[in-house]
Structure formats: C-alpha cells, structure tokens
C-alpha cells in the first residue's frame, strides 16, 4: 500500500492541463509542452515552463571561477577564484557581488518581458534562484538587510513597480522552500531612495555613467542602516555604476559593508 502525503490535484492531472494548453517561451515565442519532473534540476524547476528546452538550454548561470569581488566569470572552467583587474586597478564600495546569470541570450528575453512585457509573475521563479545564490555565496545569518535599487518615483509611477524589489519581496514566501529557518534578515524598501531623476543609462559608457549617476539616491532613515551589513538587490548589473553610487551612499550613511546581488550581470 502506498503512504505518504497525497498531493492535489494528482501529477498526473497537471501533465493533462500541460499537453492541452502548452505553454509559449517568454523568449523565442515557440510553443512547447514543459519537460517532465525527472531528477531534480533547479533552473529546470524555476524556468521550465517559462523558456523552452532549446532555450533553457542556453541560458547561462554564472559558475566559479569568478572575480572574489566583483563575481566577473572568468573564461577559463578550471583554476581557483581570484580579484580581476578592473577591482585590482580601482577597489569596489562593495565587498562581494555575485550574479545568478549571465546578461546574454534568453536571460535577456526573459529580463525584457519581467520589466518591460508585463509578465511579473516571473518575478517568482526569478526570485527563487536569487535566493540559491545568495545561500551559495553568504551566509544569510551575516545579512542584516537586504534593499532594493530604488527607481525615482516618477519612473516606477510609469512603470507601475520596482523590478528589484518585485523579486526581493519574494523571499519571504521562498524562504520556506530553502533550508533556512525563516527569514534571518529584514528587508525594506524606504531606507534607500532614488531622489534625482537620471536619464536612461542605456548608451552610455561607464564614465559618463558615473557621471549621470552621482548624488542620485539618498538614506532616508540612517539609523536603520548604522553599523548594518546590507545585500543591495538589483536586476540587471551592466558597468556597476548604479549599484556602485548605491553602495556609495550606504556607506556615507554609516552601513559597516555593503554586498551585492543581482539577477543577471554583463560579462
Ligand atoms: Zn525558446
Ligand atoms: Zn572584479
């Protein structure tokens, strides 16, 4: 006799629901009927029914070795990890960043239809693997909290949410899928903002990113960030420049260190 929990409704049911109604690829558009659950394989579990298998295929998840700093993957699959040159030449206000993918092929089609297509549901698988790299690369009792790169008001009225903090805020409910006990960090919203409207970033080369940049957020409430180790989550990391002014002003505003994550990095 079989035991243990029966779940509802029975596998078997949803394969239905999938051969009837197969899904489109937030990438390439193609139809396809998601893969069968067979051994457990986390990008296949978060992604499978939101990419296609030949584009599943192709998505690539940031692996060592990387810049210890700066999580740059190196070229080479072999050899042990070590600063690059970029964070050799000119340091980083941060202390580690890390990246789940890398900015490039379908990654991007799926960033596109997240921020851009309306399809904020993703923010929920998307969310999920922000979270495996972040228990892979800290230890989560050694965050005190987590933020979000704020948009100016103006923008997110526009865009009517905060990509960033859409997958951060999921980590609550994710959390109990992982094996943390519960949430060992806050997070929050308000303690950073983005008081300047910039311009687009887009077209710009890193200095004149810089440049557009500066003074561009604020600490609204620095005595929750005093003396705090603080995760900056962010979507996309292009030169840095934008989380590089965020950890800036973290740091002006009394946070002991400041690291980064974000869901898919350039490079
Ligand atoms: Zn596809
Ligand atoms: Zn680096």
Redesign the pocket.
Same mark, same amino acid.
């Given at each position: 006799m079989r035991t243990g929990r029966v779940t509802w409704p029975p596998k078997i049911f949803s394969r239905i629901i999938d051969w009837l109604y197969p899904a489109r *690829?937030?990438? *390439? =558009?193609?139809i396809?009927r998601p893969p069968a659950p067979r051994e457990h394989n986390l990008l296949r579990d978060c992604l499978g029914s939101w990419? *296609? /298998?030949? *584009?599943?295929a =192709?998505t690539v998840l940031i692996d060592p070795p990387m810049c210890t700093c700066c999580g740059l993957p190196f070229g080479s699959t072999v050899g042990p990890d070590h600063l690059c040159g970029d964070c050799i030449a000119r340091g980083r206000p941060f202390a580690k960043a890390r990246s789940v993918f890398s900015y490039q092929g /379908?990654v991007r089609?799926l960033v596109h239809s997240f921020k851009y297509g309306g399809r904020v549901e993703l923010a929920w698988p998307l969310g999920k693997l922000m979270l495996q790299t972040l228990v892979r690369y800290w230890d989560p009792g050694r965050i005190d909290l987590a933020v979000p790169v704020p948009l100016h008001k103006s923008k997110e009225r526009r865009r009517t949410f905060n990509q960033s903090w859409l997958l951060l805020r999921t980590w609550k409910k994710v959390v109990a899928e992982t094996d943390l006990r519960g949430m060992p960090f806050a997070i929050d919203r308000r303690v950073l903002v983005r008081c300047r409207a910039t311009g687009p970033q887009a077209g710009l080369n890193r200095r004149q990113r810089l440049k557009n940049i500066e003074r561009a957020f604020e600490v609204t409430r620095p005595g929750l960030i005093k003396g705090k180790r603080i995760l900056l989550v962010d979507d996309v990391m292009t030169t840095g420049a934008t989380a590089e002014a965020c950890c800036r002003c973290l740091l002006q505003g009394g946070a002991a260190r400041v690291d980064v994550l974000v869901l898919a990095r350039r490079g």
């Open positions: *690829c937030t990438n *390439c =558009k193609e396809f990419l *296609c /298998p030949r *584009c599943l =192709k /379908p089609g």
